[in-house]
């Protein structure tokens, strides 16, 4: 049968691929700015995402400060606030958490942690980069021409999304769809580098089960963005064919503004199920990596192996595939045949199993285990807390009859901003702290990571959890101002100055971080190779920040699993993946 | 008994399915590679075929449901798509002659992939050259259609015959195809050229990458070329037949 009975420790078998030929670049432009090196991509990516979620981030206050002082700021009208909403929303998802997740961490790290020399195909790698960043500037140039960006709402449903009465009818929307286009074209290229990677070009002894849970979320999340990003492709040239040869897709026959339009016979509906087809999976795009992440920042400072790392690695995949069959959940208020939503319900639902068992693990690799209380560490369990309670919202409005009265309320708002905002960005911000050391060779400051961390984790708290009162109270989200409701008491007002306050606050108080980060460049102690004494095998490299090809002459061998610390009779107390065996060792 | 007999019997025995499912995970997660005998590029290139198929369904499937839902009454293939030859008016030639033509391309690229790994080189571009001719004349015959369809009336929001949504997933969806196959012609082109030079004898860095070219470019550039031939057959069956 298998190989069970064989000693796992052994020398793996030889090489069978020979090494790669890599590109050696001639000049500083080809070393640094079209340059074929993972790492270099990496950060290209990262440094990017974070542009625009800068700019995402002010937004949101342009949305919070209208909330808590309705019509008392001049430049927000209401034209200004939708835009905000929709360009908020579709940077913050797209631009900023799927491109930092897959093309920044998942370029940096997918190479160094199977052991590869780089990415598969690094000119390929380089392109999606470069064609990510046209699609970025495409989507802020949006800001720079008449009727400036579209309000359409990050869901772009038609036909409101394509109708005059929309801010941005002119260009803005264009601009959105071409933007998307050409980011899923260039997510396509990195993708397929990353699941290759991954595949095939692991080095000796790195099987599948002896991947970090960073290299498989990562995974997960690239193999459903190539499957989900197709639904979205396919809904922008529809609709962007709508809108520009008018074309009747999605555009049923209608009335606007005493005109009657040339629309006929289209089906809105169509729309939504193509873009939640790709809308649902991006949650998962967005959460499987840093469920990884997570896995692996947990399992290393607290010095204890991941608890059921078998589990872990098959409820990622159980994750996603169920996440590809339950979009149908975005869309029970649009009219659903009650059997589908009693499908969508159950597939929604049952999603809660494997994810439960992930934070079942979480908890018990922490348990009896020797926490040390560092930055990334805090950040970590900041994400256990926000996303469990995110989940648990999520079950509410999973749902038919729950979601129905919710769903357009500030409820839905309260829910995916903890479960894929809060807890998503959380994770970031300690894989930069936790790999920060590798990346420049130097410490980033604990004192100001611990001040940033206890501002953010509770600041978000602040502003979120009050959201799901707000929700219950019927406090409806996207409206631009709510006048004399009678539903809604005049207590809801003073609530949300308070949010407004607080996401001020807290923004501002992100500097701490970007100061933290570039001071630490120059500034920050010398890190070593392995500071955090990690076992897995980026941390194991000649050179540290890692060298063009990573690892010098000779490729890592891998003898165990990444998890291999607190080890009884080890030297320290933890074994590298490429340590050789100890006599007697049986790790997996 | 021995492994040999098993696989003899009728049926699997419970034992054998579990073995050899666990044969497959095995594989999969095993050291290095989990295609044992794909390489990067062809196991990109069937990744990125998965990834496609999922747009070209999804373009189906919107023009299906659009077929379904608008209010008009669907035009009639056979008629539409008919041409007048000789004063007979025959459904689907120009089509059948369209499909006919990119199938047999399927045929003479297959046979490029068997010379290249040969390494008959002139065959194999010759033929690479002759795959590249049917898929231009396949553009060009879609070219046609477009041109005759457009004369008639039919535009992409909408045309004389019925439902608007037919011009629109038309232009759409062969547009969409001929895109791929027009990409197609482009790197068989350009791939027949490095064949006929001897480019992957001498290790020439390719053109979009700095490494060195190896024969199994062309078999990769096949699986291309078929895939846009199988799509081909879905579009015929579910645009034209339907």
């Known amino acids: 049968m298998t190989d069970a009975s064989v000693p796992q420790n052994v020398a793996p078998p030889p090489a069978e691929v020979e090494d790669v030929e890599l590109y050696h670049a001639h000049s500083w432009i080809t070393k640094y700015v079209f340059c074929q090196d993972a790492k270099v991509i990496a950060i290209q990516y990262a440094g990017t995402a974070i542009a625009v979620g800068i700019l995402a981030l002010v937004l949101s206050w342009v949305i919070r400060l209208q909330l808590a002082f309705p019509g008392a700021i001049p430049f927000i009208d209401a ?18 958490l799927t491109a930092i997740f897959l093309g ?46 579209t309000g359409a709402g ?108 040339d629309y006929v016979g289209g089906s809105p509906i169509l729309f939504q199920h193509l873009f939640w087809f790709f809308g649902h999976p991006e949650v998962y795009i967005v959460a499987l990596p840093a469920f990884g992440v997570v896995s692996d920042l947990i399992s290393v400072h607290a010095r204890k192996n991941i608890f059921g790392y078998r589990m872990m690695v098959w409820a990622i995949i159980a994750i996603g595939v169920l996440s590809m069959v339950v979009w149908g959940h975005h869309m029970y208020v649009s009219g659903m045949d009650p059997w589908f939503g009693f499908f969508f319900a159950v597939t929604t639902l049952a999603i809660a199993v494997p994810t439960a068992l992930k934070v079942y693990n979480w908890v018990l690799t922490l348990w009896h285990a020797d926490i040390h209380f ?43 901003h903890m479960v894929m905002g809060i807890a998503p960005v959380l994770v970031i911000f ?71 306050v607080i996401a001020l606050a807290v923004g501002f108080a992100q500097s701490i971080f970007f100061y933290n980060l570039f001071k630490s460049l120059k500034h920050g102690a010398p890190a070593g190779g392995n500071p955090w004494r990690a076992a897995s095998l980026e941390w194991q490299t000649p050179e540290t920040p890692p060298g063009h090809g990573n690892w010098g002459k000779h490729l890592p061998v891998v003898y165990r699993w990444p998890y291999a610390y607190s080890v009884p009779g080890a030297p320290e107390d933890f074994l590298p993946q490429n340590a050789p065996p100890m006599s007697g060792e049986h790790s997996p | 008994m021995t492994a040999e007999h098993v696989t003899t019997e009728p049926a699997m025995s419970e034992e054998t399915l579990r073995s050899r499912v666990l044969g497959v995970v095995a594989d999969w997660s095993s050291d290095q ?11 990109m290139m069937w990744i990125f075929l998965v990834s496609d198929t999922f747009v070209f369904s999804c373009f189906l499937i919107s023009y299906m449901t659009v077929r379904m839902s608008t209010t008009v009454e669907w035009p009639h293939p056979s008629e539409i798509f008919a041409l007048d030859i000789g004063g007979k008016k025959i459904p689907l030639i120009l089509i059948a002659i369209m499909t006919f033509d990119l199938i047999t391309s399927s045929g003479t690229m297959a046979m490029a992939v068997n010379f290249a790994y040969a390494r008959e080189r002139k065959k194999a571009a010759i033929l690479m050259l002759v795959t590249a001719f049917f898929g231009a004349a396949f553009v060009g015959m879609q070219a046609f259609e477009w041109t005759k369809l457009i004369h008639e009336g039919v535009r992409p929001w909408g045309n004389p015959f019925g439902a608007a949504q037919f011009g629109s997933s038309f232009f759409m969806i062969t547009g969409f195809h001929g895109f791929h ?26 053109f979009f990458t700095s490494r060195k070219g190896r024969y199994e470019i062309v078999e990769i550039m096949g699986l291309y070329w078929h895939f846009v031939d199988l799509v081909w057959v879905f579009i015929f069956a579910f645009f034209y037949l339907w």
């Open chain 1, 430 to 500: 300690g894989a930069i702290y936790h790999w920060y050391p590798k990346i420049t060779g130097r410490m980033m400051d604990e004192r100001l990571g611990k001040i940033h961390f206890w501002i953010t984790f509770l600041g978000a708290y602040a502003i979120f959890f009050p959201m799901h009162y707000l929700g219950v109270l019927g406090m409806p989200r996207r409206f631009y101002e709510m006048g004399e409701t009678a539903f809604v008491p005049a207590s809801a007002a003073t609530l949300n100055i308070v949010i407004t």
């Open chain 1, 374 to 416: 560092t930055t990334p560490m805090l950040f970590a369990l900041g994400f256990l807390v926000t996303f469990v309670n995110g989940g648990i919202t999520g079950l509410y409005l999973g749902n038919v009859i729950v979601d129905v009265p919710l769903s357009a309320t500030l409820f839905v708002v309260a829910h995916f």
């Open chain 1, 104 to 149: 920044g961490f998942g370029n940096y790290l997918i190479p160094l942690m199977v052991g590869a020399r780089d990415m598969v195909f690094p000119y390929v790698n380089m392109l999606s980069y470069w064609v990510y960043l046209i699609a970025t500037l495409v989507l802020v140039s949006s800001y720079f021409v008449p009727g400036g960006p």
């Open chain 2, 181 to 206: 196959v027009s990409v197609g012609v482009l790197f068989l082109l350009i791939i027949a050229r490095a064949v006929w030079r001897g480019d992957y004898d001498v290790g020439r860095p390719g």
């Open chain 2, 33 to 43: 590679r989990s295609f044992k005998s794909a390489s990067w590029g062809k196991a």
């Open chain 1, 154 to 261: 990050w869901t772009l449903y038609p036909p409101q999304s394509i109708l005059t009465g929309t801010p941005g009818y002119d260009y803005g929307i264009i601009l959105m769809l071409v933007s998307l286009i050409l980011f899923i074209v260039g997510f396509t290229m990195g993708g397929l580098n990353y699941v290759v990677t991954v595949l095939q070009a692991r080095t000796r002894g790195m099987t599948l089960m002896r991947m970090p849970l960073t290299v498989w979320g990562i995974f997960a999340a690239a193999v459903m963005a190539l499957l989900a990003f197709p639904g979205l492709f396919v809904a922008c040239v529809m609709l962007l064919l709508d809108r520009t040869l008018g074309t009747s897709f999605f555009m049923p026959s209608l009335v606007e503004l005493g005109e009657r339009k």
């Open chain 1, 79 to 96: 034209s200004v606030y939708y835009q905000s909403v929709t360009m908020h929303g579709m940077i913050m998802v797209v631009y900023m």
